[in-house]
């Protein structure tokens, strides 16, 4: 935590001549969390990143006189932004909503603007370590409205900003007056350094994610549900055409495959049409966020039994609510790798993550990613890694090894045994996989 009023407690160094800054104030004009500073030598003004978000890894300083940026690691998409925004502030005057839930003299406050969606809800993931950890703070959340309805019960207050997730990163002259005024009404003031990364330990998302529609009557009896997590910026295959090419092929196999499957598409976009001819197509796309959508998508998250999406944020709250996660990770993104999957709280084992996560990386548009390899490793993930969690989980209570027992005696276990030298696409392999299925995801 980083107290910012009644005093600041920070330091800084000219970048010039290395002197000790002075910080006059903290200035809070977007996503980025700064102090206005003074060289006691120079006296250049200074905006410098408090260690917050990405700054935590990336910090810049700018120049107030020259806009000039000084960083140490050449990271442009994030310190170029410092520079643009300073130079066109926004003139327009938006100001916070505040949604108040009890009075505290004593606050938190978590910044989860941002220009990109997925860096957001990341951010707004490390409220609940204050509210475990701190309950002596009120959280205060300055969040977009797209985000409201997941921030989690307990938080002193909400500060919605009304504007899109995308325009997170300008400079707002109104916020930085109204933040700047908001810190004197409380006793003290101290702000998160909202990691862009938390650990899968420091979240549970079913504190974000709750009170769902009810879609048992959409999906029952069908099993296993497959989710599809649709985009049009990052398409699965060079053009659009071959994307809905990709979906429908392997919206048919696993048709075939399972004949009870319930195929769900979400997500912004609905220019591949995909033709219902087998297994039930539920789709659920749109051109515009809204509240009601993105709460229906999450149901059908959560009851998912596989996630396939293409890398991006799309994938966060999929990979953190369903099952079990497929993911095509195009050559561009492969540095990016993990940082869209929201890992189970306090995962048992570490091998859960590799029986659960897969990725197939292709070249950086896919299209060599044919839609049979996807198909397999779905039919791999849902039939091998509910089998082996029992299996790694052997010696570890007398419980799980009965459970062992009664799988090994079962036919079931032999079909598990065999996938290998079985064509998934054998019907009467598949009904035997299904049921198969149902039974371990009711033993869980």
């Given at each position: ?329 195009p050559r561009l993104r492969v540095g990016n790798t993990v ?106």
């Open positions: 935590m980083i107290r910012i009023f009644p005093d600041i407690e920070f330091n800084a160094q000219c970048p010039i001549d290395a002197a000790e800054l002075h910080i006059k104030d903290v200035v809070i004009p977007g996503m980025r969390c700064l102090a206005d500073s003074i060289c006691p030598i120079c006296n250049t003004r200074y905006y410098v990143d408090l260690p917050v978000g990405h700054a935590l890894w990336f910090p810049t300083t700018l120049n107030q006189s020259t806009a000039e940026i000084y960083t140490q690691f050449g990271v442009n998409w994030f310190s170029q932004r410092l520079r643009e925004s300073f130079l066109e502030p926004v003139e327009v005057e938006p100001i916070p909503i505040i949604h108040k839930f009890f009075d505290a003299d004593r606050i938190i406050i978590l910044n989860c603007l941002d220009f990109l969606y997925g860096h957001s809800l990341l951010k707004l993931l490390n409220v609940q370590y204050y509210l475990d950890n701190h309950p002596e703070l009120g959280c205060c959340v300055l969040a977009p409205t797209q985000l409201l309805h997941l921030v989690p019960k307990g938080v002193a207050e909400i500060w919605e900003f009304p504007i899109s997730i995308k325009e997170g990163w300008k400079w707002y002259l109104s916020l930085q007056n109204w933040m700047s005024k908001q810190f004197t009404n409380y006793k003290e003031c101290f702000l998160s350094p909202t990691y862009p990364h938390p650990s899968n330990q420091a979240y549970d998302l079913t504190r974000f994610v709750r009170d769902l529609p009810n879609i048992l009557d959409d999906i029952e009896p069908h099993r296993p549900v497959i989710l599809f997590s649709y985009r049009e910026d990052r398409p699965w295959g060079n053009t659009l055409k071959k994307q809905q090419y990709n979906l429908q092929k392997l919206y048919n196999q696993l048709s075939t495959i399972f004949p009870a499957l319930v195929f769900v598409l979400i997500g912004f976009g609905q220019q591949a049409k995909i033709h219902a001819a087998g297994a039930r197509l539920i789709d659920l796309r749109t051109d515009k966020f809204c509240v009601e959508c993105d709460r229906l998508w999450l149901a059908y998250m959560s009851a998912a039994d596989c996630a396939v999406g293409v890398h991006g944020s799309n994938m966060l709250l999929p990979s953190g609510l369903a099952r079990s996660t497929v993911e095509l990770v940082q869209d999957f929201l890992f189970p709280w306090k995962m048992k084992d570490v091998r859960d993550a590799l029986l659960f996560y897969r990725m197939i990386y292709g070249n950086n548009n896919l299209s060599d990613i044919d839609p049979v390899k996807v198909t397999d490793l779905i039919v791999n993930v849902l039939s091998y890694s509910a089998y082996n969690v029992i299996i790694f989980g052997e010696g570890t209570s007398n419980e799980l090894r009965e459970r062992i027992r009664i799988l090994r005696e079962s036919e079931i276990y032999k079909c598990a045994l065999n996938v290998d030298r079985l064509n998934i696409r054998d019907l009467s392999f598949s009904r035997r996989l299904i049921n198969y299925l149902i039974k371990i995801i009711q033993k869980f």
